[in-house]
């Protein structure tokens, strides 16, 4: 991760924290009203990280508390997004790279599964029509 | 794939079709099936590909009918599974892996989302908890 790719806010870090900002922490206890949310109501969230005041090290903070899972997804259109699944279920860290490979919008996104990985009706509709075609031509 | 991990049923290739079987063109007719069961129910189905009759010329000449979609996730518990969307969305090609790297079965799913890719309530709860404990502790 670079500090130009994400717009960071300019915090002051306490000494020896080495960079962490102390908005970090107040993101986990949001996260634990997301899942119980999710839990409750079926309802998927999301953080967008790169509109938050985080710098580098709290993100990598975050990162090592959320651990890794078992699960991970990528999908490439345009760049690549990777889809991968915390060590807590449910949550997953989302990242988004344009066609250089550049990150360009990071989330943590609290679903039983992430919006972007699921097929959406109209485009089955779509792909039954194209397996037809596939089919009449044998 | 090796024909050692696929318990492949010998059957007769027409001359010049070097290795088809003839089993894969009605595959592809009850994908059609599944998928529009898919859109009008929301039912998702899953062909067992080993537990079918046929070759390794059958199963490529399904792979390239089908084609590569833009979404692939992968899932490490045990030996590695990974479920590559196909060009036609919501059909998924499911291949399991054991610890070794040997492919011990092989499905195409009819899903909008894999099941294994879905996070359980049971387990989003379990992680609830244990973010909770993380929290406490800071």
Excluded: Y
Aim: hydrophobic share 45%.
């Amino acid at each position: 991760m670079s500090l130009d790719v994400i717009p960071i806010h300019v915090v002051n870090a306490p000494p020896g924290d080495a960079g962490l900002s102390g908005n970090a922490p107040p993101l986990l206890r949001e996260l634990l009203e997301m899942v119980q949310r999710l839990l409750d109501t079926g309802e998927g969230t999301a953080i967008d990280l790169s509109a938050l005041p985080l710098t580098p090290a709290d993100l990598d903070w975050l990162r090592e508390r959320l651990g890794s899972g078992e699960i991970s997804a990528t999908l490439q259109a345009g760049g690549e997004s990777t889809l991968a699944e915390t060590a807590c279920p449910g949550v997953w860290w989302v990242t988004h790279r344009n066609e250089q490979g550049t990150l360009t919008a990071q989330f943590i996104e609290v679903a039983f599964v992430p919006e972007l990985v699921k097929a959406h009706p109209q485009d089955v509709a779509i792909g039954r029509d194209q397996l037809e075609l596939v089919i009449s031509a044998l």
